[in-house]
């Protein structure tokens, strides 16, 4: 396929408001789509599917050096542009139209070719890299077109801004091949690739079924809603399993013989920050081919959990390696299995699977895993005495599993529950800032917060955060939040929705000022939930309850 027809969609998509319209715009666009697979990831902005561990590694800094060198204008000149028009992908494309397009490839581009360059640019590693990766996206912005060279642009910062997201693609994918809405849906929380999903949809609905668990691909992961009270979800499960609810990250774990690969829970692939796991994993499960599921703890010399933060640092650790294992002795305590040996576990009553996890390990009793340990009860007192047990050895509550219910991926439903100490906080996406002043004009002095809609997708503002950080506090963000700024007017920032913040506040308040129509008293920066992506932050629901409950 042309990438020129890739390009001319997206401009049309980016004229629509209406999902219904867009959603049908993108089925025409699949059915008659060769480079199926790819096509498919490209029109959600992102290049690699979201399990793969490669990545472009490309981000604004690298994007402008690599246009100025492809037109001649100087970087500082883009970045002015970029500023003006608010938009890198419009900046790109103008200065396209105004330098002689260098055919460099032989023929017009095609989605293929673009996705090559994609994959050498992000194979593209160590010394020199960034010159050499830069030079690789020149050369491609010297053979596309304006109007290729902003969706180019828009791909490598893997933000389309037109509108469209996973549900359109999911509804789209269905219209187009005329296959049932939620076996897409069903195909995608198992393989997570929609690319994957679109071609075998393509073959019909009895392949698209065929679409299954696959050791290494990760699945999406299962979640707990808040429970009302240990009463009550006692009295709707009648019988529970109960656990402690560890203060760790979630990791699923596939091993496929000497092969181990381990996802976070944003479905990243950790296998190589983790290899203390891996290695433990290799020596003591029992079963050639499984997927298990846990919550990887770090124990301080006082016995108690380590801070989230640490936890992560071993997650996002890239070198040193080795150290960090040291400083850092992870454990890891597993709660599900959801594969074994071939056979998919997830439409079994989590009784079953806790059966085969039970037979898992060859020891019992191993410092560094254990499975966890689990009351099945129908007594209120006894959840209460689990409860002040984990909270007393600093964890943070505890689960209440149906023993009934299958593992549902990606749905927060009501057969886990979730028991924590009140004082609850919000998760929340940030989508913006505003430059600070004075002392501390180089910094994002604050940063507007938003929650998702999940009927629209739309993530609707609820307020700011970003007064009592220190000025170290407050470099540290900027930095993180370099790379995610979209567009610039005067002092506000419009960041790419990326990261999820834990806010605290006094009360919930109704507001007009918000599209959300709350706002927060007092809101507090209490931690980055780098374990958690845009979807997983909390919804306009989740805050009308808390509002209600106040
Ligand atoms: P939350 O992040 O507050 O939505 O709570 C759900 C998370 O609790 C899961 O994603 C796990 O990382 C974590 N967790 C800790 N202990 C358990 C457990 N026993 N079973 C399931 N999840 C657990």
Not at 362 to 379: A, F, G, L, S
């Amino acid at each position: 396929m042309k990438f020129i027809e890739f390009a001319s969609v997206c401009e049309k998509i980016e004229g629509t408001t209406s999902n219904l319209e867009m959603t049908k715009i993108v089925a025409q666009f699949l059915k008659n789509a060769d480079d199926l697979e790819i096509v498919t990831r490209f029109i959600i902005g992102s290049v690699f599917p979201a399990w793969s561990p490669e990545e472009l590694g490309v981000g604004p800094s690298l994007l402008y050096n690599a246009v100025s060198m492809s037109t001649g204008v100087k970087e500082a000149q883009v970045k002015d542009m970029v500023r003006n028009l608010g938009d890198t992908g419009l900046t790109c494309e103008k200065l396209c139209e105004k330098r002689v397009q260098r055919t460099l490839l032989p023929t017009e581009l095609t989605t293929m070719q673009v996705y090559k360059n994609f994959e050498a640019i992000a194979r593209t590693t160590g010394k020199g890299s960034q010159k050499k990766k830069a030079k690789m996206l020149a050369d491609l912005f010297g053979s596309a077109k304006p109007k290729e060279a902003r969706y180019i642009a828009r791909l490598v910062l893997e933000e389309l801004r037109i509108g469209v997201g996973e549900g359109i693609v999911r509804d789209a994918i269905a219209l187009a091949f005329d296959v049932p809405k939620n076996e897409v849906e069903r195909a995608y929380m198992l393989t997570n690739d929609l690319g994957m999903v679109a071609a075998t949809a393509k073959k019909g609905v009895k392949e698209l079924k065929k679409l299954d668990i696959t050791p290494g691909r990760p699945v999406k992961m299962m979640l707990a809603q808040v429970a009302k009270s240990m009463e009550s979800a006692i009295d709707e499960m009648k019988e529970a399993a109960i656990e402690w609810k560890y203060d760790g990250a979630r990791v699923q774990i596939h091993k496929v013989n000497d092969d181990v690969t381990l996802f976070s829970r944003r479905l990243e692939n950790v296998t190589k920050s983790l290899p203390d796991v891996t290695d433990v994993i290799r020596d003591v499960v029992v079963y050639k081919q499984v997927i298990l599921e846990g919550e990887a703890i770090a124990i301080g010399e006082d016995g108690r959990p380590r801070p989230f933060q640490d936890i992560l640092k071993r997650f996002r650790r890239k070198y040193d390696i080795g150290q960090m294992v040291k400083e850092i002795p992870l454990h890891l305590t597993l709660f599900d299995a959801l594969y074994v040996n071939g056979k998919s576990l997830i439409h079994k009553p989590l009784s079953e699977r806790r059966r085969v996890l039970e037979k898992s390990l060859k020891k019992k009793e191993d410092p560094k895993i254990n499975v966890t340990p689990q009351t099945v009860t129908n007594d209120v007192k006894v959840v209460e005495g689990i409860y002040k047990e984990a909270l007393s050895a600093g964890h943070e509550g505890v689960m209440l599993k149906n023993p009934k219910s299958a593992y549902t991926p990606g749905k927060r439903g009501k057969n886990w529950l979730k028991v924590k100490p009140m004082a609850e906080t919000l998760d929340l996406v940030v989508t913006g800032g505003m430059w600070g002043e004075g002392r501390r004009a180089n910094f994002i002095g604050s940063y507007l917060l938003a929650c998702r809609d999940p009927a629209t997708g739309d993530l609707l503002s609820i307020g700011r955060v970003g007064t009592g950080m220190t000025d170290e506090q407050l470099a540290e963000l900027t930095g993180l939040f370099k790379d995610l700024i979209v567009s610039e007017k005067g002092k506000d920032i419009e960041l790419k929705p990326e990261i999820v913040f834990e806010v605290g506040y006094e009360e919930i308040q109704k507001s007009p000022n918000y599209d959300s129509g709350f706002a927060l008293r007092f809101p507090r920066l209490i931690s980055i939930r780098e374990d958690k992506s845009v979807e997983d932050a909390d919804s306009i629901e989740r805050v009308q309850e808390l509002y209600k409950m106040q």
